[in-house]
């Protein structure tokens, strides 16, 4: 059962209507563009249309959304950016909530009609952009269901060790940042039992509006009155990474305004920025460049998925790992800004695959453009 829940915007002063994604499509092409003309055409409308469209919307709004001017085309409002950034930031942050609910339901309709498919896999992940494209991808070359809940990559593995998914996903970074952060995982981790997966590895760091208006250099510059914080929440491996890395620059995390704050996706921290609701955050810099932010990059960092080892031969987890060593996983990967492929669907060892990248500093300097192993590796 293939089942798809959307977001649904109604607006209007004295009546109200569906805002279609045709409307914020028309003012996200005029934000690009900065013409009407030009923008329609990006949207595959007639001019004519795109005008009626947009004097629509701003009568029931009873306010612009877009300015004409004469010789400079066309200008989004102030209620027009708002509109835009707010559906984003709703959508970053419900999206991963209804995906859940989503697949809780279609899995509950496949049981009653009985419609012979494989038991969903189960796995509990840190957000992502990858672990978000994942579900997809195996639908379409495995025609592998996923049942992908997001979580912190502490309690993700939590989850594991209880034994309530068959996949943990979690990152921790690269070199000294991952030495300290270690201990903290191994004890949710047993070499008996589990194997490791490479997947990603992924760059974080600290984001802030375009064109940095607030002088954001650096950790220190967290600190600022002027600056306002969006944070991860707690347990969630980015906001352990940036704990860490506070405590290593001797910075009080009490003294950066809205450190207490919390989101629980990359996509929603960078849409609070984006919307002007929060100065900085710190996370993907795919998220960053998603909302067109500026990225100050802080970290590397690797991130893996988990299993018992006993159900490496399992036909689901078989699947897994062919989407993983597919051209078409490294393909769609290397799209997002600073995320790279190393031998992804690779199982190695726990003890080996966390001292290996973890501990070598050497692993920081690694080319983006590495290119995967297709071969397997056994535990």
Not at 53 to 72: C, D, I, N, V
Not at 89 to 107: C, F, G, K, S
Not at 190 to 201: D, E, F
């Amino acid at each position: 059962m293939k089942l798809r829940v959307d977001l649904r915007w109604h607006g209007g002063c004295r009546q109200s209507e569906e805002m279609t994604e045709e409307v914020f499509r028309l003012l996200q092409a005029i934000d690009d563009t900065g013409s009407l003309r030009a923008a329609a055409e990006k949207c595959g409308l007639s001019y004519r249309h795109g005008w009626g469209l947009l004097q629509k919307w701003q009568r029931l709004l009873e306010y612009p959304l877009a300015r004409m001017e004469r010789g400079r085309g066309a200008v989004v409002t102030e209620l027009g950016r708002k509109l835009l950034a707010g559906r984003k930031r709703i959508a970053a942050r419900m999206e991963p909530d209804l995906q859940r609910l989503t697949m809780e339901l279609a899995e509950e309709l496949d049981a009653v009609i009985d419609s012979g498919k494989p038991h969903r896999l189960r796995i509990a992940a840190s957000h992502g952009l990858v672990i978000a494209m994942l579900g997809e991808l195996a639908d379409a070359l495995q025609d592998l269901p996923l049942d992908i809940q997001i979580h912190g990559s502490l309690d993700s593995l939590r989850l594991l060790k209880a034994g309530r998914c068959e996949v943990a996903g979690f990152h921790i970074p690269n070199g000294r940042l991952g030495t300290v952060l270690l201990p903290r995982f191994r004890r949710l981790l047993n070499p008996a039992q589990h194997a490791l997966i490479r997947v990603v590895q992924r760059r974080q760091g600290i984001m802030t509006a375009p064109g940095n208006p607030k002088g954001i250099d650096g950790l220190q510059d967290l600190q600022k009155r002027t600056v306002r914080f969006i944070n991860r929440q707690r347990n969630s491996g980015t906001r352990t990474t940036l704990d860490l890395l506070l405590d290593e620059a001797r910075l009080d995390p009490e003294q950066i305004i809205g450190y207490s704050a919390e989101e629980f996706t990359h996509l929603a921290v960078a849409a609070m920025v984006a919307s002007g609701g929060a100065d900085a955050a710190f996370g993907l810099e795919a998220a960053a460049a998603r909302f067109k932010l500026h990225f100050i990059p802080c970290n590397w960092e690797n991130y893996w998925f988990v299993l018992q080892r006993e159900a490496l031969d399992s036909q689901p987890l078989a699947g897994l790992l062919a989407v993983l060593r597919s051209k078409e996983f490294s393909e769609r990967v290397t799209r997002f800004p600073g995320y790279r492929v190393i031998q992804p669907g690779c199982v190695v060892s726990l003890d080996a695959g966390l001292s290996e990248l973890v501990g070598d500093p050497r692993a920081q300097s690694l080319p983006l453009s590495s290119s995967p192993s297709q071969s397997s590796s056994s535990v």
